[in-house]
């Protein structure tokens, strides 16, 4: 439960520090006095976005800490899952600095925004004026219905179910666009397989032929040299072949005289055995060699199409033709078998869509056994607010389509009145209605929670005499369980309080500041007299505080 409340800095306060009790604590002031500027600061340990306007004038920084004794309420493990120290009393801190950084702490550790709204909606609800407004949205309604039927567990399988399901949708739309965008392209690939194919490309293909095509297109050149080298080489008047010969022999005969000349000798010997087999060589090659414009054209084709395929493709080797080649071929197998694939998806988003429609249904199912329960809370609770003849039906239809919440549409309708058909809670509703039957779902939420703090600013709009003490009365009871906070101008609301507290302004320095003090019996009596009264206090006023107070 809340403990402590300290403000700094902060709109119209310099240093507040306000220590609160268990049961039910009440604040009242005159209008404008800041009861508002304190719930704005309790705003911001809810984790609500700080406007740096609400820094107070000349200052740096405004500073809200709340204390919190969260011992019984079994948050041990949300500490140790966020490396939080757990201590049996809880600080949670904002800082707004006046340049517009915002900083918020737990325990003095720095933590997210997101983490600090999650640990303070396990301690603290704050009802505004702006909630009522909120009763009549689906969203709302539905969540009521929800929090009474105590269905996380169905709630949760939901929307696990609800996320697959989406999730198989989205891979069945990605794989009908990847089929829709490969079909379009299904013709150009089949063509340039086709293409690729019918050129039965091999490695090293494209060198060869430029080789071979190289000869061909020199042949007369090339003949021309092997004739004259094999003119030079066996030639009768120019014969190497016969020189070489007769030099071996003039070597070996000077044998006996010079023996180094046996070692050229056998040199001689060797270079004329070569000769012979280059003089072979190349006779061979020029009976071999001929001119051929067919072969010729052929190879001009052949290359003209791998250079033609190249450019298309933008390649630059066979290699990578024959890549391309086996890329466009797995490209058609994953067209063909896309088919199967989207088959498999499809089946998939039906098998996910039946499994959400089971969890849709027990979901449902909660929802409709909660219906009586809070169907009865509440006749029974506006009934003692002083609406005898009140209709209130909740009802649950199927809806459209499905959200992460499932697809019920529920609807909370009302009647005050006898013989009056119950219509929507907005539609019909007064503000004194909309006060009444809201105070009767927050006692009815809290009665199904362990929340350890509910702070009510000014619920009792529209709201008078009689009625107002029955107001009491129900938050009185709330509080014996959970701890209540309420901001009123009722005195038939403040009377039912275990501890009053007066929010003032004082104007006798050099600013307007606003105050808050624990008030004593005495004044306690003075503030609801003056609240029955005005300002001019009568004693009719003060007996009727005193007989508030002892009701």
Same mark, same amino acid.
């Given at each position: 439960?809340?403990?402590?409340?300290?403000?700094?800095?902060?709109?119209?306060?310099?240093?507040?520090?306000?220590?609160?009790?268990?049961?039910?604590?009440?604040?009242?002031?005159?209008?404008?006095?800041?009861?508002?500027?304190?719930?704005?600061?309790?705003?911001?340990?809810?984790?609500?976005?700080?406007?740096?306007?609400?820094?107070?004038?000349?200052?740096?920084?405004?500073?809200?800490?709340?204390?919190?004794?969260? %011992?019984?309420?079994?948050?041990?493990?949300?500490?140790?899952?966020?490396?939080? $120290?757990?201590? $049996?009393?809880?600080?949670?801190? *904002?800082?707004?600095?006046?340049?517009?950084?915002?900083?918020?702490?737990?325990?003095?550790?720095?933590?997210?925004? &997101?983490?600090?709204? +999650?640990?303070?909606?396990?301690?603290?609800?704050?009802?505004?004026?702006?909630?009522?407004?909120?009763?009549?949205?689906?969203?709302?309604?539905?969540?009521?219905?929800?929090?009474?039927?105590?269905?996380?567990?169905?709630?949760?399988?939901?929307q696990q179910a609800f996320a697959a399901w989406n999730e198989a949708k989205a891979e069945l739309n990605k794989l009908r666009k990847e089929a829709d965008?490969?079909? !379009?392209?299904l013709d150009y690939l089949q063509f340039q397989l086709h293409q690729l194919d019918e050129a039965k490309l091999t490695e090293g293909e494209q060198a060869?032929?430029?080789?071979?095509?190289?000869?061909?297109?020199?042949?007369?050149?090339?003949?021309?040299?092997?004739?004259?080298? $094999?003119?030079?080489?066996?030639?009768?008047?120019?014969?190497?072949? %016969?020189?070489? %010969?007769?030099?071996?022999?003039?070597?070996?005969?000077?044998?006996?005289?010079?023996?180094? /000349?046996?070692?050229?000798?056998?040199?001689?010997?060797?270079?004329?055995?070569?000769?012979?087999?280059?003089?072979?060589?190349?006779?061979?090659?020029?009976?071999?060699?001929?001119?051929?414009?067919?072969?010729?054209?052929?190879?001009?084709?052949?290359?003209?199409?791998?250079?033609?395929?190249?450019?298309?493709?933008?390649? +630059?080797?066979?290699?990578?033709?024959?890549?391309?080649?086996?890329?466009?071929?797995?490209?058609?197998?994953?067209? +063909?078998?896309?088919?199967?694939?989207?088959?498999?998806?499809?089946?998939?988003?039906?098998?996910?869509?039946?499994?959400?429609?089971? &969890?849709?249904?027990?979901?449902?199912?909660?929802? *409709?056994?909660?219906?009586?329960?809070?169907?009865?809370?509440?006749?029974? +609770?506006?009934?003692?607010?002083?609406?005898?003849?009140?209709?209130?039906?909740?009802?649950?239809?199927?809806?459209?389509?499905?959200?992460?919440?499932?697809? $019920?549409?529920?609807?909370?309708?009302?009647?005050?009145?006898?013989?009056?058909?119950?219509?929507?809670?907005?539609?019909?509703? /007064?503000?004194?209605?909309?006060?009444?039957?809201?105070?009767?779902?927050?006692?009815?939420?809290?009665?199904?929670?362990?929340?350890?703090?509910? #702070?009510?600013?000014?619920?009792?709009?529209?709201?008078?005499?009689?009625?107002?003490? *029955?107001?009491?009365?129900?938050?009185?009871?709330?509080?014996?369980?959970?701890?209540?906070?309420?901001?009123?101008?009722?005195?038939?609301? !403040?009377?039912?309080?275990?501890?009053?507290?007066?929010?003032?302004?004082?104007?006798?320095?050099?600013?307007?500041?606003?105050? #808050?003090?624990l008030l004593p019996t005495d004044e306690r009596i003075r503030e609801i007299a003056s609240m029955l009264s005005g300002k001019s206090i009568t004693e009719? !006023?003060?007996?009727?505080?005193?007989?508030?107070?002892?009701?």
């Amino acid at each position: 439960m809340l403990k402590t409340l300290h403000i700094s800095n902060y709109a119209l306060i310099t240093e507040l520090q306000i220590d609160f009790e268990a049961g039910m604590s009440v604040l009242t002031g005159e209008t404008g006095a800041g009861k508002s500027i304190i719930i704005g600061a309790l705003s911001l340990i809810q984790g609500q976005r700080a406007d740096t306007r609400v820094v107070k004038e000349g200052t740096e920084k405004s500073i809200v800490e709340a204390g919190f004794d969260v %011992k019984n309420y079994r948050l041990k493990s949300f500490f140790e899952n966020n490396d939080l $120290d757990y201590n $049996d009393s809880c600080l949670i801190r *904002r800082e707004i600095a006046a340049n517009g950084k915002s900083r918020a702490f737990i325990n003095d550790t720095p933590v997210p925004l &997101n983490l600090l709204r +999650e640990l303070s909606d396990k301690l603290l609800d704050i009802h505004s004026q702006h909630e009522n407004l909120l009763l009549s949205t689906e969203n709302y309604q539905l969540m009521v219905v929800d929090a009474v039927a105590q269905n996380k567990g169905e709630l949760s399988d939901f929307q696990q179910a609800f996320a697959a399901w989406n999730e198989a949708k989205a891979e069945l739309n990605k794989l009908r666009k990847e089929a829709d965008r490969r079909n !379009a392209d299904l013709d150009y690939l089949q063509f340039q397989l086709h293409q690729l194919d019918e050129a039965k490309l091999t490695e090293g293909e494209q060198a060869d032929l430029e080789t071979e095509l190289e000869m061909l297109s020199h042949v007369e050149e090339i003949k021309s040299a092997l004739a004259q080298a $094999d003119h030079l080489l066996a030639n009768e008047d120019t014969n190497v072949l %016969k020189s070489v %010969k007769e030099i071996t022999t003039a070597i070996r005969r000077i044998n006996t005289f010079l023996p180094e /000349s046996t070692s050229w000798a056998e040199r001689l010997e060797a270079v004329l055995i070569e000769l012979k087999d280059l003089a072979s060589d190349i006779s061979l090659a020029q009976d071999k060699l001929e001119f051929n414009p067919e072969r010729l054209e052929w190879l001009d084709n052949r290359l003209n199409l791998i250079y033609s395929l190249q450019k298309k493709i933008r390649v +630059e080797t066979v290699t990578e033709l024959i890549e391309m080649r086996e890329s466009f071929r797995k490209q058609l197998n994953r067209i +063909e078998n896309l088919d199967d694939e989207l088959s498999e998806a499809a089946k998939r988003v039906e098998q996910c869509f039946r499994a959400m429609q089971t &969890n849709s249904e027990r979901l449902t199912g909660s929802r *409709r056994k909660a219906i009586p329960v809070i169907e009865k809370f509440l006749v029974g +609770e506006l009934t003692q607010l002083g609406m005898p003849a009140i209709q209130f039906v909740v009802s649950i239809k199927t809806g459209s389509e499905f959200t992460e919440k499932g697809n $019920d549409v529920v609807e909370f309708l009302f009647s005050a009145n006898k013989n009056r058909s119950v219509l929507p809670v907005s539609q019909i509703a /007064s503000g004194g209605e909309i006060s009444r039957l809201m105070l009767g779902i927050k006692s009815m939420l809290i009665s199904k929670s362990d929340l350890p703090t509910i #702070i009510f600013d000014e619920i009792d709009t529209g709201i008078s005499g009689e009625i107002a003490g *029955r107001m009491g009365e129900i938050m009185r009871k709330m509080s014996e369980g959970t701890q209540v906070i309420v901001i009123t101008h009722l005195p038939q609301i !403040a009377a039912k309080g275990n501890n009053h507290f007066a929010v003032y302004k004082d104007s006798s320095g050099k600013e307007t500041e606003t105050h #808050i003090r624990l008030l004593p019996t005495d004044e306690r009596i003075r503030e609801i007299a003056s609240m029955l009264s005005g300002k001019s206090i009568t004693e009719a !006023a003060l007996m009727n505080a005193r007989e508030l107070l002892r009701n």
